[in-house]
């Protein structure tokens, strides 16, 4: 999946991330969206999917595979953190 119809969520305005995934099959006519996000903001990334499923593209995307999973990393301490991560793949119907 080319690298443009991923989008990964965080601190900017919700809407904003709506209007992305909306745009993904809109205007460059994608097939599939992944949504992807870490941590806290994994509720976030639920909610845009719904947002844009049911108030945006009603009938017209459908959400396909859900992965979850962690990652490890070093926080700004130095100590090994481990976050846990969603992707959602919504799919034209």
């Known amino acids: 999946m080319p690298e443009d119809n991923q989008i990964y969520v965080g601190q900017k305005n919700f809407m904003n991330y709506v209007t992305a995934v909306v745009m993904q099959f809109t205007t460059k006519d994608a097939k599939e ?46 100590r090994k953190v481990r976050v846990s991560t969603i992707e959602i793949t ?3 119907i």
């Not at 959400?63 to 926080?75: A, C, D, L, P, R």
Request: hydrophobic residues 40%; charged residues 40%.
């Open 33 to 78: 969206v992944v949504v992807r996000a870490r941590g806290k903001y994994i509720s976030r990334a639920i909610d845009i999917v719904e947002v844009a499923r049911k108030r945006f593209l009603e009938g017209k995307i459908e959400v396909g595979k859900i992965n979850i999973g962690s990652e490890e990393f070093q926080n700004k301490d130095g």
């Open 90 to 92: 919504l799919r034209k």
